[in-house]
């Protein structure tokens, strides 16, 4: 039997968010440290200008992003064990974090020319 899409039950919005901080950590993330074993600290969130902004090579629809913006997205991420937050301005990302496949990679992370 094939494994279950979305097994944790995140949301459309949860599951966006958590695609773009595995991105994050893919292209600018640091090892977290003994504090959080196997996590990956993300120290900056993309700045939009206009309706979209730029993740490495990719183009992602501010659309895509409102969840780097809501406290509930992010308690509910943490409330999971997907991300720890450590504030002022850092978002671990825990190995389930880091792991969990969102199915939605290729839909919002657009490869295109600016």
């Known amino acids: 039997m094939p494994p279950k899409r979305n097994p944790m039950g995140l949301n459309p919005l949860q599951l966006k968010t958590l695609t773009l901080l595995q991105e ?26 206009g309706d979209h902004f730029h993740l490495g090579e990719s183009v992602v629809s501010t659309r895509d992003a409102t969840g ?4 509930s997205v992010w308690v509910a991420l943490t409330r999971r064990g997907f991300i720890q937050p450590k504030p002022p ?18 839909f919002i992370l657009q490869r295109a020319g600016h």
Not at 24 to 49: K, M, N, S, Y
Not at 90 to 103: A, D, V
């Open 68 to 71: 780097l913006s809501n406290p």
């Open 89 to 106: 301005d850092t978002i671990i990302l825990m190995p389930l974090g880091q792991e969990y496949e969102t199915g939605l990679r290729d």
């Open 24 to 49: 994050l950590a893919r292209i600018a993330g640091q090892p977290a440290g003994d504090e959080f074993p196997g996590g990956i600290a993300v120290t900056q969130l993309p700045q939009p200008h």
